[in-house]
């Protein structure tokens, strides 16, 4: 069984920053596919932003410029760096290992944006 902790959510005003991590008990961690997702009350889990095993990363329009996706193997973690964060920002941070024929999710992280 793989195991996702998160961490890294909070409470930020609009234009600030937080770096979300996502740490897996899994090994080899190298070969899979780590995502960053989030779901806002009342709306679906939307993608975020993904980085492969060989380190292509996908964001979503609505990220681009604001977000980075990173991760180091050698840590077995993923990162999700958020900056010039907006109010519509706010949902919970969930992240995702997977590969052809596996998918775990961790069990999600509060950001909330707010004045």
């Known amino acids: 069984q793989v195991q996702l902790v998160e961490s890294g959510g909070g409470l930020v005003q609009p234009g600030g920053s937080l770096r979300l991590s996502c740490t897996a008990s899994?090994?080899?961690?190298?070969?899979?596919?780590m995502g960053w997702y989030r779901q806002a009350p009342g709306k679906q889990r939307e993608l975020v932003a993904s980085?492969?095993?060989?380190?292509?990363?996908n964001y979503a329009e609505f990220v681009k410029g604001r977000f980075t996706i990173s991760r180091d193997n050698a840590k077995n973690t993923a990162y999700l760096q958020m900056n010039s964060l907006k109010p519509e920002d706010t949902a919970v941070y969930y992240c995702?290992?997977?590969?052809?024929?596996?998918?775990?999710w961790g069990q999600g992280t509060q950001v909330t944006v707010s004045s």
């Open positions: 899994t090994m080899p961690f190298s070969i899979y596919t």
């Open positions: 995702k290992l997977s590969s052809s024929i596996l998918r775990y």
């Open positions: 980085i492969t095993s060989g380190g292509t990363t």
